[in-house]
């Protein structure tokens, strides 16, 4: 991760967060789009009204305790090998 220190300094992340219902299936999922420096400080926040298509976010999050907004969330947990996730570039 060293090597990349340099290129990814000033350069912002793209990052998905998924808010759901585990308890209320029906309820449809709101799909947050973050814009974050490397040091996790949220530029941006826009909410999606559909997924894109192929993969373009570093990172995908997920909170599915019914929360209607990021600022109420209290944990999120990362989705590992999310569809809509970039692949590791080694």
């Known amino acids: 991760m060293a090597k990349n220190t340099k290129t990814t300094k000033n350069k912002a992340r793209k990052i998905l967060c998924i808010l759901s219902d585990r308890l209320n299936?029906?309820?449809k999922p709101l799909h947050l789009e973050l814009l974050c420096k490397p040091d996790g400080t949220i530029l941006k926040e826009t909410r999606l009204k559909r997924l894109?298509?192929?993969?373009c976010?570093?990172?995908v999050w997920q909170?599915?305790?019914?929360?209607?907004?990021?600022?109420?969330?209290t944990s999120m947990s990362r989705m590992y090998r999310h569809a809509l996730e970039l692949p590791v570039k080694r």
């Open 63 to 73: 909170n599915d305790d019914g929360k209607s907004s990021l600022d109420t969330c």
């Open 57 to 59: 976010y570093e990172e």
């Open 25 to 27: 299936r029906q309820k």
């Open 52 to 55: 894109p298509t192929e993969p």
